[in-house]
């Protein structure tokens, strides 16, 4: 059964600054899809960004990139010029190919973006 | 832009009563899930369901649980009778068959067991 495990309960940043969110996973699969997922207080899970294992080029969206190292299962995100707005619940997952297949999550690492 | 629906917000009842969380998945989407959050935990699988039968469910979804698609837009749950730890928000979520197969959540069901 795949894992993923996010070591970083909560963080903090300052408005402006850069910050990266850690996770790592367990899987015996080859390709696979990593997500990161923000959950702000309303609670509603909104996409931030997805990776395929097998693209070896790191996913960006705007301020939001990732690292990901198939090797080491790791998959962090950073958050470049960190908005009040970030502040939430971030959660990564993990899903196989499979068509129907489910979202793995993390336990979350809660962040806070400081004046 | 299409969104997945859930009603009602937030549901409170009684232990041992039964209660139905309705979703309305996006419309062209096929495949269709019930997730669960207990507050300040991780958002946990229970179930999903594509073409009118369960594909796959976890530990979690025991007998008290059973998912069914009633009509061409709504998919529901219904936990029949309710404990104290099914306190939780319940995300419905919907994918179609392209984009990676993106799992597209609801706002969530805040479900309260006194």
């Known amino acids: 059964a795949q894992t993923v495990t996010q070591s970083q309960p909560e963080m903090s940043v300052q408005e402006a600054e850069t910050v990266t969110l850690s996770c790592t996973y367990d899987?015996?699969?080859?390709?696979?899809?990593l997500f990161w997922y923000k959950q702000p207080p309303s609670r509603q899970m909104i996409l931030v960004i997805r990776?395929?294992?097998?693209?070896?080029q790191n996913a960006t969206e705007n301020r939001f990139s990732v690292n990901f190292q198939k090797a080491a299962k790791s998959f962090s995100l950073k958050i470049s010029d960190s908005q009040l707005g970030d502040t939430a619940m971030y959660f990564c997952?993990?899903?196989?190919?499979?068509?129907?297949?489910?979202?793995?999550f993390g336990t979350g690492t809660r962040l806070q973006v400081t004046l | 832009e299409p969104e997945v629906t859930q009603t009602p917000s937030h549901q409170v009842t009684q232990m041992g009563q039964e209660v139905i969380l309705r979703c309305v998945p996006i419309?062209?989407?096929?495949?269709f899930y019930w997730y669960r959050q207990i507050l300040g935990q991780k958002v946990e699988f229970l179930v999903s369901?594509?073409?009118?039968?369960?594909?796959?469910k976890s530990e979690i979804f025991d007998d008290q649980f059973s998912v069914e698609r009633p009509d061409g837009s709504n998919f529901t749950l219904k936990i029949r009778s309710t404990k104290l730890e099914d306190s939780a928000m319940y995300f419905c979520?919907?994918?179609?068959?392209?984009?990676?197969?993106?799992?597209?959540f609801g706002p969530g069901t805040r479900l309260t067991v006194l």
């Open positions: 997952a993990f899903r196989d190919t499979g068509t129907a297949s489910k979202l793995t």
């Open positions: 899987t015996s699969e080859s390709n696979y899809y």
């Open positions: 990776q395929e294992a097998y693209k070896q």
């Open positions: 419309s062209n989407h096929l495949y």
């Open positions: 369901f594509y073409n009118n039968e369960i594909s796959e």
């Open positions: 979520a919907s994918a179609g068959t392209f984009s990676y197969n993106e799992q597209f």
